[in-house]
DNA sequence: TATGAATGAGTTTTCATTCAT
DNA sequence: CATGAATGAAAACTCATTCAT
């Protein structure tokens, strides 16, 4: 049996779930120096006081947003890695495809998370922030060619690092198709490509 | 021979000049939303008033640099790509090689451009200037994908279009290591692997 | 005979109370328009909403706790010059000597009597008030003038409230000593120094 | 022959000099906290941004307000310290007596002086700057009184510090007069009175 | 051409106060 | 009695832009 409250409490988001949502559109529309707070608290349906109330400042208010989201993202790539059914091809197509779904889905997300690195070095604390985040998820993709490797499916004399960068480049110039060209993607085609291209190249054998 | 204006020209550059390179630095440092008209007034040792006399607004100074400082790689890459004595694997190498140095030696205008596509987005004036550039680089590299499939190096059943994302992800991630990365770089060595990543891929054989 | 209620209102001293105490403390420090709601409210240990159920605004706390304060001083002095036993050299030392010694342990609370006649004068229901505080002890300063002046100690010919302002000029200045410098002071010896300054001044014979 | 430009400088004070008699006017009347930098500007007929093209901040503002309008009185003070034709009793009545004067002329800052320094404990900057004003003020006073001390109007077994204590104390009570209370005072008289008291003392001789 | 004082719209942030629980 | 989440008015400060000189 579920009470009222519950019911209630599903049907409209807690305020910091809601200023969270809020907060993903907005920044994502507008980019973080563009965003006021103002609109923020109004998209939320709150009084600007809030948004102070459960962020300190809007530095946090953007980062609190990135790690809320981009922890899903990151929580269902642990979940597929961590399959022992999938061999390397498949771990790299589910790995891939979900990255370009994800982006798909939560362009605004992806947006932000494509551009932060090289753009926030203008604010020391956000900047360190997705370094951190970077890493988290280029350790993840590090895993995912570790595992190539030690399947037989790349070279040996792999210079791990490189590929990696090679991955990283691969995969955000994808997902920056799927946040600029709207209309629908063969996501999967695409991560199939990317296999493709990874590890066979595009030359004429 | 050589005038006397030419002589001070050399020696103290126009005041147009100094004010693209001062944007270049400033820009380059704190982004475009950081950066303050006054900072590059002072860096190019102007008054502001001056600033807006050859550029009506921030936004126009801010394209015109980019256009200023992309035109010359682009010059330099034509050059390349009309240079009939190259095969499509130097062409290759010369085009990403070059690249990554005008990456490495001019690494705000680098930065500036790779988040520049995501992160405008919230004005459309610039957003469409820069959709434009991209589009006239992408059409560099579509040539060099061109004549690489031409002369037979890449899969007869090549989606051109897809590998020229693939190659526009192979290119920034490496150019992004040039910046964010200090110490020297092989260049050569990056340009190379990038080949045989792209023709042969990086699988076993 | 003491009751149970009163034992349980020693060792937790009642909500008002504790409100009292964090106000003085925290408006001592921090000065009243430094000083926060919510600083006080966690000072006293007590939430936001307590302060309002006894203090209707930030105002009337800091009245009533000037109040409270400076209630304790008043009632002490009162009793000091309603001793029929003391002559006017030892009431006014003994008047004096105590104001010193008040200040001294209560610096928050004298620093805000020192400034708040002046300072308050863009509230107008603060300022009221403190003009009748202070109305209220500079009556009881022309009440130890006119002890003198009837005993015979003062010259016959005094200006009243001349006098009155003189003694107020030497007690807030030596107060204000006591506040702004940390180290033991000779309070005895401070209020000599004023009774014979004030009743025989710094000049030679 | 004074030409146009100077005289149009002469009718319409500089902006600068318009600020500081705005900002004398508006904090004096309001008081550090209340006064807001909307008002001073209002008050002085320019744009908030004047305000800031001048002074980086509010509190620069009014301790430049402060230094600029107590300058002229510690210059005066000065000029007639160094008179060598006053002796003692002279040199005491023409230095209290132009305080009551400039202090009757400029309530405003007078109040702002009086307060300050027990007031802006909260703000180390401002605090130490008002620190220093005091310092200056009190050698001033100091030096009036080893003057009298020299002359031998004051005892020989002064004890200089205690003194300079009562002067200041005498000073600001009845400076805090003339700001309190309307309606002409006899300057020259509480001037004398403020000798008489501090030398001669209230008592019957 | 060149300047820099002047502007004010727009932004982040604070905090006294309220009120449903 | 007590709480603390929610509010929004108000304030300091920034900076692109203008314009008289």
Not at 27 to 41: D, L, Q, S, V
Not at 138 to 150: A, F, P, Q, V
Request: glycine share 8%; aromatic share 10%; charged share 25%.
């Amino acid at each position: 049996m579920v009470n009222a409250d519950e019911c209630l409490r599903e049907a409209v988001p807690e305020t910091k779930d809601r200023i969270l949502e809020a907060a993903l559109l907005v920044f994502g529309e507008k980019g973080y120096h563009n965003a006021t707070m103002a609109e923020i608290a109004e998209a939320a349906a709150v009084g600007k006081g809030t948004l102070y109330w459960y962020f300190s400042s809007k530095e946090k208010l953007f980062s609190g947003m990135v790690e809320h989201g981009l922890g899903l993202l990151e929580r269902k790539l642990r979940a597929i890695i961590s399959d022992p059914t999938l061999s390397f091809p498949g771990l790299f197509k589910r790995i891939t495809g979900y990255y370009l779904e994800f982006a798909y889905t939560h362009r605004h997300l992806a947006r932000i998370f494509l551009n932060s690195l090289h753009n926030l070095h203008d604010n020391d604390e956000l900047h360190n922030q997705f370094l951190q985040l970077h890493n988290r998820f280029n350790k993840l993709n590090s895993e995912l060619i570790r595992r190539g490797y030690r399947e037989g499916y790349l070279r040996p004399d792999l210079e791990t690092e490189r590929a990696e960068t090679a991955l990283a480049g691969l995969l955000s110039a994808f997902i920056g198709r799927c946040i600029l060209i709207d209309g629908d993607h063969q996501l999967a085609a695409e991560a199939d490509f990317m296999y493709d291209c990874f590890v066979n190249g595009l030359g004429r054998r």
